[in-house]
């Protein structure tokens, strides 16, 4: 199974969301992400077996980070794997704790998390298959998305031509108990 631990938008965040993959898509190229599947990856964990999920939930159920909001407010361009993406000028001190804490848990459990080795970047993916471009310097400013952060989780994840769906095994509450 491909899997990884995400935070998910809203339903308002998450069109407004998609409105600016689609509109930034328009203008720049590429493949706008649906709107069901916008997203921030908290670690990403690749194939795992599914004997193996138990571990993952019991990971999930002990994190205790109380809820925070996020506040999306930028745009960036990853040249290397060509895509635009939403982030936070400003990152919440309680969603680096609980993407730090969580990627410990998981290495410590003998998870391989791909995001463990560089620095967490929160970024919510929205468009794909950006063409070589200046598309750096045509990314248009956007208006604050405020992003209320209650909880997290654990996704299946199924490649597809048409692109991934994603359906959540379990979700876990944000909580400072």
Not at 92 to 102: M, Q, V
Request: net charge positive; charged share 25%.
């Amino acid at each position: 199974m491909r899997l990884f631990f995400a935070l998910w938008p809203s339903p308002q965040s998450a069109r407004h969301l998609a409105t600016i993959a689609a509109e930034t898509a328009a203008r720049i190229g590429g493949r706008p992400t649906r709107q069901e599947t916008i997203h921030l990856t908290l670690a990403f964990l690749g194939e795992v077996a599914e004997e193996r999920v138990p571990e993952l939930l019991s990971i999930g159920e002990a994190l205790r980070t109380p809820a925070f909001d996020l506040c999306i407010d930028r745009l960036g361009h990853w040249r290397h794997n060509h895509l635009i993406w939403a982030g936070c000028s400003e990152i919440p001190a309680p969603l680096e704790e609980l993407a730090r804490r969580l990627s410990r848990k998981l290495s410590d459990a003998g998870f391989a998390v791909d995001n463990g080795k560089r620095p967490f970047t929160p970024h919510v993916t929205l468009v794909r298959k950006v063409p070589e471009s200046e598309a750096e310097t045509r990314l248009p400013g956007i208006e604050p998305i405020a992003w209320t952060c209650s909880g997290f989780a654990l996704v299946r994840s199924r490649l597809a031509s048409t692109g991934p769906t994603y359906k959540a095994l379990a979700s876990f509450p944000l909580r400072a108990d």
